[in-house]
């Protein structure tokens, strides 16, 4: 399977390689876009025939070197092109089709490109006043992936955050950690469902429910200013000109389970509410409040995956009403098997060397739903009136049971005698979240279309619910190599909690430009004025029952220990008492937030000749805020925070005279607010360190500047070369800080933090075959406080060993030196098969920020390696084949530091100079199907 693909690429370029005696082009005549897939044949021979390839091209082979050439073209007028004796003979035949007219009642529709192609995202980023990277619906279609997620990884630049069955998650954006950039869908911000904070999990979005995908990397005026590292914009789908319709069906699998048994438990049996939501805060739960069916482990072969799309669009009352309805449902089976070192930084004896305390054995089994429905209406009540309303419903849920062994490295661990604890804990978890966006829209150009007015109204939603999320534990021990009777753990054998949290955006938007024609010197302008407001009302909810075992027909049967295989069997049998039959829910994540953002820009754009510059001024400000459910003594219970900003921007293109080619230098200011949890001051007491919020946290600002080239030589190719840089004032990383006369793990702002790179990107089409390509290099650097243990000579023995604060400079987390992307493309125009290899690279980064000096925690290069193919057939049907993760590429995660003493654990594998603490593996997924359009 590695090496299919490639070998069929290899055949099919040999098959491709003839003789030519005509060759050309074919472009549509309105928008000089390169028309792929037209029929251009030989008049006088009809068997002497091509199909245009991915950059309009085609090759005949023909007896003669005169005659004509008939082209057609789906949706376009065809044409007669004479060539040689007959007419001019250049030595590149460039055939112009004009789009076909359809009539409906009185009005006239002209049929032309579609906006979803791969033509119209290069001309998005050719005629965008900023910096953007666009990737349309045509080639997420050819692409392996199925989620937004996955997709955003093609793009220069962006890197992923993967979750624990390997699929993308968090897009990172140049480096910048994801908490540094904001999703938008058509244009409208949306929140999160996260319990603690902004960013949007992207694998909720089904991608074959976009138009394209916009990726801003330089704001401008009339943006929200929250992004240091850029935008991701979901860009739905739209209605057409014409009906279209369409429907898709595929299933698929996942290799991992071929080796070892899926685990799954019965997500019904799960309880929506907890006791004290049910009965009150004074109501004791009691045991028979809990259903024991939900801990009934199952096992077995994973069931085949089943995904299935459909669309609808058209244009009714003579054109004026437009109508898109599309959705998607996919049910899918994941997981990993992971090996997890649990690791902690030698204190004693001043070395600060890891030492691994555990190592747990883990597989995660997981069941995803997602469901996502886009709807569309606009109405032209002229040429010069419009209005949309766009709504959009994404629902992902998962069923997860993660199973974790773990071997006890420290207490009672003797591996030359076999002597060492266990402990077992097994996860049932159902988790849902729902995102909801709904957004009226209105486009005026009243009087002489001079002024433009665009307003919008807008409710977004974000919901996240996990109930009844069960863990029970138990535990054996190991004596010379023989395990003992395992059995459940006295104090502390299970826990049940509740934990939903909801987010919900009102906003309204105004938008005002006014056009200004160009005048004797060539001066062109528009001005640009708006405002926007938004209300966002956040709460969060906690509540938790430890349970311990219990056996009536024991004296002491709140502590028995009940032995697995003489008292239960499964996890259903065994009997618990209820250890806190009220729940815990002062908690800190049962609270209330809100923010309240209002905003004003002005914008200028000025067009000189071949200098096209766009100027402006944003102006935000923000109240956020937050309120504790239950009181918390020692901490305030509620507090808010007010600040204002001003954020310019200029951005600056040169194109020459035929626009091919520009040159691009911009410069913004923007901000990252904090965390909605962060905020709250909590205190998580820990084994040897507390957790704390931090309520004076103060926003992050960045002043951000980039340089770019870019060419254009055909509307579907491209080359990009740019280099970018960024300085943040108060960045918001995890460290330890001293307050009063304690020392706490706590988000802080520290000081600064710079990150550069450089970044290139290119398209080039050869008649049938593509190839495109990314390479992004990235520095940052930050310096934060540490913890560092040092030998103190002049104390007593007890006492010589002591622990300092350090300043250690590092990278910003989640920031990798290199990434890069390298996709292969074949398009067969006459055969009807498209393929697509695609692989993309994502360098070493800091992944986990360790409150010890150099204990942080790293994530190895990640290469990933998909493929995709499909096969076109005349009535209206495409086979099509996807197929993730080829390789099989581990997840490595390591510290940058080697003690000796580990070399001795079990299973344990040395890594020159580092220490590896986590090994996943994710293996191949394969999804066949077929898509039909009317």
């Known amino acids: 399977m590695r090496y299919f693909f490639p070998l069929v690429f290899f055949v099919l370029l040999a098959g491709a390689a003839s003789a030519a005696s005509i060759r050309g082009v074919v472009k549509d005549a309105q928008t000089g876009e390169e028309l792929v897939g037209a029929m251009v044949v030989l008049k006088e021979e009809p068997t002497a025939g091509a199909v245009s390839g991915l950059n309009g091209s085609f090759a005949i082979s023909a007896s003669r070197s005169d005659g004509v050439l008939r082209c057609s073209y789906l949706g376009y007028k065809a044409m007669e092109v004479p060539f ?12 112009r089709l004009e789009p076909a007219q359809l009539e409906v009642g009185e009005v006239v529709v002209y049929g032309s490109a579609a906006g979803d192609t791969e033509a119209a995202a290069r001309s998005a980023e050719r005629i965008s006043p900023s910096v953007v990277s666009v990737v349309s619906a045509k080639a997420i279609e050819l692409s392996p992936d199925v989620t937004v997620a996955n997709v955003v990884q093609r793009v220069s630049g962006v890197t992923v ?49 976009l138009d394209r995908l916009e990726v801003t990397k330089s704001l401008t005026a009339d943006m929200e200013g929250d992004a240091v590292g850029g935008a991701v914009n979901l860009a739905m789908k ?63 072969g994973a069931p085949p995956d089943l995904l299935g799309g459909f669309s609808f669009g058209d244009r009714l009352l003579g054109g004026r009403l437009g109508l898109m309805l599309a959705g998607s449902c996919r049910r899918s089976y994941r997981g990993s098997n992971s090996a997890y070192y649990g690791a902690a930084t030698a204190t004693s004896d001043a070395s600060n060397l890891p030492v691994l305390t555990d190592k747990n054995d883990r597989t995660y089994s997981e069941q995803h739903t997602r469901y996502g429905l886009h709807a569309k209406l606009d109405y032209r009540f002229g040429p010069r009136h419009r209005l949309m309303w766009y709504n959009a419903y994404m629902d992902f849920g998962e069923v997860q049971v993660r199973d974790n062994r773990k071997t006890d490295l420290i207490i009672g661990y003797n591996p030359a005698q076999g002597d060492y604890n266990l402990a077992f804990d097994t996860r049932f978890r159902l988790n849902r979240q729902r995102i909801a966006s709904s957004t009226l829209r209105g486009d005026h150009r009243p009087g002489s279309g001079a002024l433009r007015v665009g307003w919008a109204a807008a409710y977004s939603g974000a919901f996240n619910e996990t109930p009844d999320n069960t863990s029970i534990h138990t535990q054996a021990t190991v004596k010379s190599g023989a395990e003992t009777l395992t059995s459940v753990v006295t104090l502390g054998g299970a826990d049940r909690r509740w934990e939903r949290n909801a987010d919900e955006d009102w906003a309204g938007y105004l938008n005002l430009a006014y056009t200004l024609a160009a005048g004797e010197r060539g001066v062109a302008a528009e001005l640009a004025a708006g405002a926007l407001y938004r209300d966002k009302r956040r709460s969060s909810f906690f509540n938790q029952y430890d349970f311990r075992p219990y056996d009536a027909g024991k004296p002491d049967g709140a502590r028995s220990n009940l032995i697995r295989g003489v008292d239960w069997s499964d996890y259903s049998e065994i009997s618990f008492m209820v250890f806190t039959p009220h729940g815990a829910v002062g908690n800190p994540l049962s609270y209330d937030a809100s923010e309240r953002i209002a905003a004003a820009y002005g914008q200028a754009k000025l067009a000189l000749g071949a200098l096209h510059l766009t100027a402006g001024l944003r102006m935000e400000h923000t109240r956020q805020g937050y309120d504790l459910r239950y009181a918390i003594a020692g901490v305030p219970n509620a507090g808010n925070q007010r600040y204002a900003d001003l954020l310019p921007s200029l951005h600056l293109k040169y194109s020459p005279a ?34 704390a919020g931090n309520p004076d946290l103060k926003h992050t600002v960045a002043h951000s500047a980039e340089l770019r080239y870019e060419y254009f030589p055909r509307p579907s190719e491209q080359l990009m070369a740019g280099v970018f840089y960024k300085r943040l004032a108060n960045p918001i990383e995890y ?156 997840l490595l995660r390591y510290i940058k530091q080697q003690n000796a003493a580990n070399e001795g654990v079990e299973g344990y594998e040395s890594r020159s100079g580092a220490t590896t603490v986590r090994r996943d593996y994710y293996g191949q997924a394969v999804q066949v199907g077929a898509r039909y359009r009317f």
């Open 238 to 300: 739209d209605a057409p000109a014409r009906r279209t319709a369409q429907v898709s069906l595929s299933t698929g699998y996942s290799a991992l389970f071929l080796s070892r048994s899926f685990y799954s438990f019965d997500a019904g049996a799960a309880a929506k509410s907890s006791p004290y939501e049910l009965y009150g805060e004074s109501y004791p739960a009691k045991p028979r409040d809990f259903s024991s069916g939900l801990m009934r482990l199952r096992s077995g």
């Open 161 to 209: 955050e993967r979750t624990s069955s390997g699929d993308g998650q968090y897009a990172i954006l140049r480096g910048m950690d994801k908490r540094y950039s904001y999703t938008l869908v058509n244009g409208v911000k949306i929140p999160s469902p996260d319990s603690k904070n902004r960013f949007v999990p992207l694998d909720i979005f089904p991608s074959e429910l």
């Open 658 to 691: 035929g626009g091919s080619s520009s040159l691009r230098a911009a410069y913004y200011k923007s901000i990252s607010r904090p965390g909605f949890f962060e905020i709250v001051p909590y205190r998580i007491l820990n084994e040897d360190f507390t957790e």
């Open 735 to 890: 460290g330890m800080v001293v307050q009063g006369q304690g020392t706490f793990y706590m988000p802080g702002n520290f000081g600064s933090a710079t990150c550069y790179g450089l970044e290139l990107d290119a398209t080039k089409y050869f008649y049938a075959f593509g190839l495109k390509g990314s390479y992004t290099l990235t520095h940052s650097q930050i310096t934060t406080t540490k913890l560092l243990s040092y030998d103190n000579p002049a104390a007593a023995a007890a006492e010589r060993i002591l622990v300092k604060n350090v300043a250690q400079t590092r990278p910003l987390s989640g920031q990798s030196r290199h990434a890069a992307n390298l996709t292969l493309l074949y398009r067969g125009a006459r055969s009807g098969w498209d393929a697509q290899l695609a692989v993309a690279y994502t360098g070493e980064h800091l992944y986990a920020v360790s409150r010890y000096a150099n204990s942080d925690v790293w994530q190895g290069g990640y290469l990933q390696l998909d493929a995709a193919a499909e096969k076109r057939l005349k009535v209206g049907l495409t086979l099509f084949a996807k197929a993730a993760n080829l390789l099989n590429t581990p």
């Open 84 to 95: 040689g004796s007959a007419g001019a003979k250049p030595e590149v035949l460039t055939i």
